[in-house]
Nanobody
């Protein structure tokens, strides 16, 4: 499975951005998909995920501001980020889980910078 992420960039606090990630390869092996982020000097943390049945989960800091969605036909997961804060600044990584092996695939990170 290969993951290609799109989006990211620089935005002012209070603004919005959308990240998309498209999977290719062994699509049928994918279970959950979602996003992690890693800020400078911090550990990588889960932002949001969506399961194969559409169930979603969010990290507390982004609840009510971020929305994750998944297009199963296009093998794409999108993270809509609204009301962005400076603390959302991080490199965002798309992931996909293999439902047979539990292996987690990672996309290349995309930088999100929120200026205050």
């Amino acid at each position: 499975v290969q993951l290609q992420a799109y989006g990211g960039g620089l935005v002012q606090a209070g603004g919005f951005l959308a990240l998309s990630c498209t999977a290719s390869g062994s699509i049928s092996s994918i279970n959950g998909m979602g996003w992690y982020r890693q800020a400078p000097g911090k550990q990588r943390e889960l932002v949001a995920g969506v399961g194969s049945s559409g169930g979603t989960n969010y990290a507390d800091p982004v609840k009510g501001r971020f929305t994750i969605s998944r297009d199963y036909a296009k093998n794409t997961v999108t993270l809509q980020m609204n009301s962005l804060k400076a603390e959302d600044t991080a490199v965002y990584y798309c992931y996909a889980d293999n439902k047979r092996t539990g292996w987690r695939y990672w996309g290349r990170g995309t930088q999100v910078t929120v200026s205050s």
